[in-house]
């Protein structure tokens, strides 16, 4: 041998070294394959959209059977109590504390869950999601919730929620 390296002194040496990479090189070509035969997993499996993988239902809660629309309204009770009253109506609202009563704030208010839980993925919504959510789906509904004529009307004196017409 004409070459000495610090590292190889001998011909064992090269050949251990030899050894060494090419078990590397194998664990990479299988590296490849795996990730090769991965991707193509991906690729082909159909995977399902990402609305069926919400958990709030998709379909409007006037639409549902007996006891979707009960699970339903509970989720959606805890979406407004938790969320958006403290949220965007506060403490000093004119918000009816028994608002789950009110068909029309039900519905109104389900429809604006319904685009939050899209508008607010900006995975689906793109970034400017978030504001038209704001824009076109809250606060109209709140305009009208809490409008003069609204549902909540005869719910703002001091003994708080009454059906409306009593």
Known sequence: MTFTDDRVTTDSGLTDRVSLLQNAMHKLGADVIRLQTQLSEIATSTAPPRSQERQPASQFIFNLSREEYRGE??????????????????????????????????????????????????????????????????DPALDRLLGSDGPFADCLGPTGHRPRGS
Request: charged residues 15%; hydrophobic residues 45%; contains cysteine.
């Open 73 to 138: 309204l509970a989720a959606l009770v805890s979406w407004v109590n938790d969320f958006l009253i403290p949220v965007y109506a506060g403490p000093v609202t004119r918000w009816c504390p028994a608002w789950w009563e009110h068909h029309e704030a039900v519905g109104r208010l389900h429809a604006v869950r319904l685009a939050y839980l899209e508008l607010t993925d900006t995975h689906l919504s793109g970034p400017s999601g978030p504001g038209l959510w704001h824009r076109d789906h809250l």
